[in-house]
């Protein structure tokens, strides 16, 4: 773990800093630890998805095709079941 000291913070930042600790709870140092985490780490998420997509229950192309056809019958509505 690292301490990191950032000079410089200007008021209107500083407001958004704190209005983003209230939503979500937080001091400022989780906060800003939050956010830097979601947009640095954010866009690894697709490629964590991708590793782990068989174990997710995420359907390939293939699947969700099969899918629909076994059950394209029950897309059709009756009436006469509804009397």
Request: charged fraction near 35%.
């Amino acid at each position: 773990m690292c301490t990191l000291t950032i000079d410089g913070i200007d008021d209107i930042l500083e407001n958004e800093i704190n209005a983003k600790a209230e939503i979500y709870g937080l001091n400022r140092t989780e906060t800003v630890k939050k956010i830097l985490t979601d947009v640095l780490v954010s866009g690894k998420t697709d490629e964590r998805r991708k590793m782990f997509a068989p174990f997710c229950g995420i359907w390939t192309d293939r699947d969700a095709a099969e899918f629909k056809e076994v059950i394209k019958d029950m897309e059709t509505v009756n009436p006469g079941d509804w009397g």
